[in-house]
């Protein structure tokens, strides 16, 4: 029998583990705050749409989160207090986010968490905390491809510089 080969939920959770889980868990609960308050500026019925279901996402990553710390004896992080429902038309038009504003807000925040998602699996010891972020992973690539498609549909899509024309190779 090796190191760590029973039963995962048996096991331990390493240092590094305990902290990633949550930090993770504290960092769903800020998204949520924040897309909550996106939701409110949000005019596309679209845009409201992906808001919507990142919230139902990030509120399943931060249940399932602090249950595995409680779980293992630690503390989760509070919950933020939900933001509370605001019409478009109360917010000042100089104070509104935009839709393209709040789609690449977004869009950069679900790209941080694959690369989070990632860090999590690759550092893991115990195999259901990989296998957990394993799913945020394949979550999150999939709502990074709704976006990347409505941002595109709706011409909010902000490319790098684009090459245009292949350079020629110089011979030597």
Not at 50 to 57: C, G, N, P, T, W
Not at 93 to 105: M, Q
Not at 121 to 130: A, C, K, L, N, P
Request: net charge negative; glycine share 6%; with cysteine.
């Amino acid at each position: 029998m090796g190191i760590l080969s029973g039963n995962p939920k048996d096991e331990p959770m390493h240092y590094g583990e305990i902290f990633n889980v949550w930090s993770y868990s504290v960092a769903v609960k800020s998204a949520v705050s924040c897309y909550q308050s996106y939701l409110n500026h949000a005019g596309d019925k679209d845009l409201k749409n992906l808001v919507e279901d990142m919230i139902k996402e990030a509120k399943q990553e931060e249940k399932e989160c602090d249950t595995l710390l409680k779980d293992n004896g630690v503390i989760p992080a509070p919950a933020l207090p939900d933001k509370p429902k605001a019409k478009l038309e109360d917010i000042p038009v100089g104070a509104r986010f935009s839709d393209p504003e709040i789609a690449a807000a977004i869009s950069a925040d679900n790209s941080i968490g694959l690369v989070t998602c990632s860090q999590v699996m690759g550092s893991s010891v115990r195999e259901d905390i990989g296998a957990l972020f394993a799913k945020y992973h394949v979550a999150k690539t999939a709502m990074g491809l709704r976006l990347l498609r409505m941002n595109k549909e709706k011409g909010w899509l902000i490319p790098p510089p684009l090459q245009i024309k292949t350079p020629e190779l110089v011979k030597a």
